[in-house]
C-alpha cells in the first residue's frame, strides 16, 4: 500500500498547509540516532517513558505515572500508538489506566482518546484543547469533515475508532496526589497550540512538555504562535527540570528548553532582516535561512522540513503576508 503522504512530499512541504499529524512524518531530514524508541525507561521510581516512532506510524512519546491504586499516562497518542503501550504498562503494574492527559489538540496526542476511554479511562486536557479541538474537528459537532475525517483516508486506526474528545478539563492546574506522588497538569499560555498543557512532577522535577517542547526538527507553527512560545518556554524554564521529556525525539535535560526557545529567537532574528521584503522575496530567503541556522550547532536539530512554515509564520507575525501559493492546475 502507497504512502501518500510520502509520496507527495514536495507538494505538501512546498505549502505548509497539511495537518500537523501528517507533516511531522515528513519532518526527518536527518533522523535522529536514539536507542530508546519504542522501548521503555523507567526515569524514577513508577515513573515512565517510552519515545514514539515517528516514521512510519507518527507516534507521539508517551509517559505514565503509577499511582497507588491508578495509573496515569501522558498522552493518549493515536489509536495505534496507544495499543502499542498498553501492553507496556500492563508489563509493568496490573492497577489500571484511569486517567490520559492530552498535552494538546492534535491527532498524535489526542486521537488515541476512545482506545483508552474503552478501558475505562478518563481524558484530561486544559480546557484550550478542547476549543481547539472543536474548532479544528468541524465533523465533531456535526459540521462539514474536519482533520479526523482527512487524517483517516490514510489511517487504519484511525478508520477503526473514533474521536473521543476530553472531558475532564482544567483551567490554570489539576493535580494528582496519593502522598507518594504528585504529578501537577500546568498552562503557562500559548506555544505550539493555545492549550498546551504539561505534566510537572516536582518531587522527581520531570517534566512531560507535550509538542511544547521538542528535541528535533518537529515543531509545528500552524496552530501556535512563535512570539508567545518564547515568552512560554522562559516561564516554563523557571520549573527548573531536571528532565525534560518532549513530544518527540529523545529526552533529556533542561537544555532542551533553552535548546528549543533560542532556535525561535535565531528564527526571528533572520526573519527580521527580510523586513520590507515581498512575501515571494522572504519564501526565496528560506534557504539562506536554513544553511545559517545549520551553523549553529545548539540549534542546528532544529531546522528541517518545517522551515519554510516557520518563516512563513515570522513573517507573518512580524507583520508581513502569507508567501504566495502556487497555481494549481484544474482537472
Known amino acids: 500500500m502507497r504512502n501518500f503522504w510520502l509520496d507527495n512530499v514536495s507538494f505538501i512541504v512546498m505549502r505548509f498547509t497539511a495537518l500537523p499529524i501528517l507533516l511531522l512524518l515528513l519532518c526527518l531530514a536527518t533522523p535522529l540516532s536514539h536507542a530508546a524508541v519504542n522501548e521503555v525507561e523507567k526515569l524514577s521510581e513508577d515513573v515512565y517513558f517510552h519515545e514514539g516512532e515517528i ?3 507518527g507516534h507521539c512519546n508517551n509517559g505514565w505515572i503509577v499511582f497507588e491504586d491508578h495509573v496515569l499516562v501522558i498522552d493518549a497518542n493515536f489509536p495505534s500508538g496507544a495499543r502499542l503501550i498498553i501492553p507496556k504498562i500492563e508489563a509493568i503494574t496490573d492497577k489500571p489506566v484511569r486517567f490520559t492527559f492530552d498535552t494538546h489538540h492534535h491527532g498524535d496526542h489526542a486521537y488515541g482518546n476512545q482506545v483508552w476511554v474503552d478501558r475505562g479511562a478518563t481524558p484530561v486536557a486544559h480546557e484550550n484543547a478542547l476549543v481547539q479541538m472543536k474548532k479544528f474537528e468541524t ?26 474528545p476530553p472531558s475532564l478539563l482544567y483551567r490554570t492546574a489539576m493535580i494528582f496526589d496519593d502522598g507518594k ?18 505534566a510537572w512532577l516536582p518531587k522527581e522535577r520531570i517534566l512531560f512538555s ?17 512570539g508567545d512560545w518564547i515568552k512560554t518556554l522562559e516561564a516554563v524554564k ?18 532542551l528548553l533553552d535548546d528549543q526557545q533560542t532556535f525561535f529567537i535565531a528564527l526571528q532574528d533572520e526573519v527580521r532582516k527580510l523586513s520590507g521584503k515581498t ?7 528560506v534557504p539562506v535561512i536554513m544553511a545559517t541556522l545549520k551553523k549553529n550547532p545548539r540549534i542546528a536539530r532544529y531546522a528541517g522540513n518545517f522551515l519554510p512554515a516557520q518563516v512563513e509564520k515570522a513573517y507573518i507575525e512580524q507583520g508581513g503576508q502569507p508567501f504566495p501559493k502556487p497555481d494549481i492546475p484544474r482537472k
Open 210 to 226: 507535550g509538542d511544547a517542547c521538542v528535541n528535533g526538527p518537529y515543531n509545528y507553527t500552524g496552530d501556535g504562535h512563535i
Open 279 to 285: 512575501p515571494a522575496q522572504a519564501e526565496a530567503a
Open 139 to 164: 465533523g465533531l459537532t456535526g459540521g462539514p469533515p474536519g482533520r479526523w475525517e482527512d487524517a483517516a483516508k490514510n489511517r487504519q486506526d484511525l478508520r477503526e475508532s473514533k474521536l473521543k
Open 181 to 198: 506522588h504528585r504529578v501537577e497538569l500546568l498552562h503557562f499560555g500559548t506555544a505550539h497550540t493555545q492549550g498546551d498543557g504539561w
Open 238 to 255: 523557571k520549573l527548573n527540570p531536571k528532565t525534560v521529556c518532549p513530544g518527540h525525539g529523545p529526552r533529556g535535560g533542561p537544555e
Open 55 to 57: 516514521r512510519p506510524s
